[in-house]
């Protein structure tokens, strides 16, 4: 009878952790993706792997990031909230009011529609970033000038 009792307790204790593992991976696989299509914000941050690249913005490019998008807030919205520990709700609440304010900029706002400078102040910010950050290597920085440029 104890056996059985702790194979449930066990079981119960996983069943619990699960909507918090599920979060946390969630939460990991949105800033990879996040990093990916702002290249800009992972020079800000330290991310060496998107050094040279550049925000694209065309159809098929935001029809992606919305999809994406749309496929997190899918995801996020079947993690039981309730499951999460206080900490972790609190970041449930930040990475699903940011989604949506990804998918409303990116669906009603479109800034690159209407907004002359848009293109302008990323590419000023991203250059400015990658010429300004003493932990980047002077090669590194002229090769991913360049690519950003191209």
């Given amino acids: 009878m104890k056996h059985i009792l702790l194979v449930l307790l066990i079981l119960l204790m996983g069943c619990q952790s699960s909507s918090e593992s599920s979060f946390q991976n969630l939460n990991q696989a949105f800033i990879s993706w996040y990093y990916k299509f702002h290249p800009i914000e992972s020079t800000r941050f330290g991310m060496d792997k998107y050094h040279g690249s550049f925000r694209l913005i065309g159809d098929s490019v935001n029809e992606e990031y919305m999809a994406d998008i749309n496929r997190f807030i899918i995801e996020l919205s079947q993690i039981d909230v309730t499951k999460l520990d206080p900490a972790k709700r609190i970041d449930y609440h930040i990475l699903y009011n940011n989604l949506k304010k990804l998918l409303f900029v990116m669906s009603d706002v479109r800034p690159w529609e209407w907004n002359p400078l848009w293109i302008l102040d990323e590419i000023n910010e991203g250059l400015f970033l990658l010429s300004e950050r003493i932990d980047i290597?002077?090669?590194?920085?002229?090769?991913?000038?360049?690519?950003?440029?191209?």
């Fill in 137 to 150: 290597k002077m090669e590194v920085r002229v090769e991913s000038i360049l690519s950003r440029l191209k």
